[in-house]
């Protein structure tokens, strides 16, 4: 199985709302990732997780939170966001964040805060 | 500040033609190289990656190194409109704290294959 599976699909949500995006992998992989896409741009790296332990926060905004409760999923907690937050958030995992592996991303959430 | 540079395009090639997409990046520190797909709307796949100099091939698809001019290229033979989307070049290094290694991405060439 080398699916990366994220839910949901497209999430609409208020400036005030608390909500949750949800990522999950069964490829045994260690390493899990964060990413944040807007239109026509690459990916931006927002956290890694590193055998469950956050090992890179690029200076990311708190109101995103990220969790990792075990080696097989990772959740992105979103509250109080602002428009410009509105993006596609992508999950990625790969074997482990050490070595040079390719990473393997999911389908995405699409995001919009109004 | 590692860079990863792409024509961003676009470019369009007639169907059967070769569609030939290049990347340059600045840390001679990397090792690992790698081609994602990325349709519109979608998110990213990879289709190739690539670690020592020279040329890897897989199916129609053709991934080349040289880490002496720190250049790294994709070849499409035989394009097909379904080939049509963005290819995004990333590059693998240690992350800025030192800890994790992670993607530098370049900004993507968007590819269309003309019927």
């Known amino acids: 199985d080398t699916e990366v599976t994220q839910t949901p699909k497209h999430l609409v949500m208020g400036m005030t709302n608390k909500k949750s995006l949800k990522c999950e992998q069964h490829?045994?992989?260690?390493?899990m990732y964060w990413y944040k896409q807007k239109a026509k741009k690459p990916p931006e790296l927002m956290f890694v997780?590193?055998?469950?332990?956050?090992?890179i926060n690029e200076s990311v905004p708190s109101r995103f939170s990220p969790e990792c409760p075990n080696s097989s999923l990772l959740n992105l907690h979103l509250h109080a966001l602002q428009p410009e937050d509105s993006a596609l958030y992508l999950c990625a995992s790969s074997q482990d964040g050490l070595s040079n592996n390719e990473q393997f991303f999911g389908p995405g959430t699409r995001l919009t805060v109004l | 500040q590692k860079e990863v540079e792409q024509n961003s395009g676009p470019l369009s090639v007639p169907e059967g033609a070769i569609a030939s997409l290049n990347c340059t990046y600045s840390d001679r520190g990397s090792q690992s190289f790698f081609w994602y797909r990325q349709y519109s709307g979608k998110s990213p796949e990879l289709i190739m990656f690539?670690?020592?100099?020279g040329d890897k091939e897989d199916g129609r698809f053709t991934a080349q190194l040289n880490k002496a001019s720190q250049y790294v290229s994709l070849l499409i033979r035989d394009s097909q409109p379904s080939d049509s989307a963005t290819y995004l070049c990333a590059v693998s290094g240690v992350g800025s704290s030192g800890s994790a290694r992670q993607l530098t991405f370049g900004s993507g060439t968007q590819l269309t294959v003309l019927p």
């Open positions: 690539i670690y020592s100099n």
């Open positions: 997780y590193s055998y469950e332990k956050l090992s």
């Open positions: 490829m045994g992989h260690r390493a």
